[in-house]
């Protein structure tokens, strides 16, 4: 069974600050891996969709990169921003589009 | 497009009392999705439709929970009786599968936040 860990639960970071989310799992027979944003009380919005052959994906100032061998994913946000203040999750998913979540990071940027 | 839709966007019950919650997908697509998000338990996913049938249910908790999509643009999830471990966030999404056009980025409805007393 896909168990999913985005490590660290939370941060804080004032703003402008360059951070790396952490995501990893233990089944890495994966057909892709996303990420999301969810902001409080809201739906999720795909962020990043990075293919099994894929090593990374980028938009905007947004990195992630995967590593499917080891079970393991990062975030990358470049010049953090308050308006990115949101929780970000990781989901790791199979060819039938199934996806396991992680419990997610929440990230605040202060001004 | 208007994204998938879903209703109500919030529903308080009494334990006992039956709860059907409702889903429109991302016209074209025919995959779809039912989620629910809990503090305690994150995401889970519980049950998932390829072109109207159901793929694997084995994250739906108890016979209490059902889900139906009787067509390409309609699913339900059903819960009789509701019980209050039931309060959760309810999340449907779909993609498009297959095809020119197919895509494996999976959009979410706002959710259907449920409450039983």
């Known amino acids: 069974k896909q168990e999913v860990t985005q490590i660290p639960a939370a941060l804080s970071v004032p703003e402008g600050e360059n951070l790396v989310l952490n995501c990893s799992f233990t089944d890495s027979a994966i057909y892709n891996l996303q990420w999301f944003r969810q902001d409080p009380g809201k739906g999720l919005t795909s962020l990043l969709l990075?293919?099994?052959?894929?090593r990374e994906q980028t938009s905007g100032r947004l990195n992630a990169s995967l590593d499917k061998s080891s079970g393991r994913s990062t975030l990358y946000i470049a010049a953090s921003q308050p308006g990115d203040s949101a929780t970000y999750l990781c989901?790791?998913?199979?060819?039938?589009?199934?996806?396991?979540f992680g419990k997610g990071t929440k990230l605040s940027v202060k001004p | 497009d208007a994204g998938v839709i879903q209703s109500p966007r919030h529903e308080v019950t009494e334990m006992g009392q039956e709860v059907t919650l409702r889903c429109k997908p991302i016209?074209?697509?025919?995959?779809l999705f039912w989620y629910r998000q809990t503090m305690m338990r994150g995401l889970e996913l519980l049950i998932y439709f390829n072109n109207n049938v159901p793929i694997d249910d084995s994250g739906m908790p108890e016979d209490r929970f059902s889900a139906k999509m009787p067509n390409a643009s309609f699913s339900t999830l059903k819960i009789q009786p509701s019980e209050p471990r039931d309060s959760a966030v309810y999340f449907c999404a779909s993609i498009k599968r297959g095809g020119w056009t197919s895509t494996d980025t999976q959009y979410f409805g706002p959710g259907t936040r449920l409450t039983v007393l």
């Open positions: 990075i293919q099994s052959s894929q």
């Open positions: 016209s074209g697509h025919n995959s």
């Open positions: 989901a790791p998913g199979g060819s039938q589009g199934n996806l396991i």
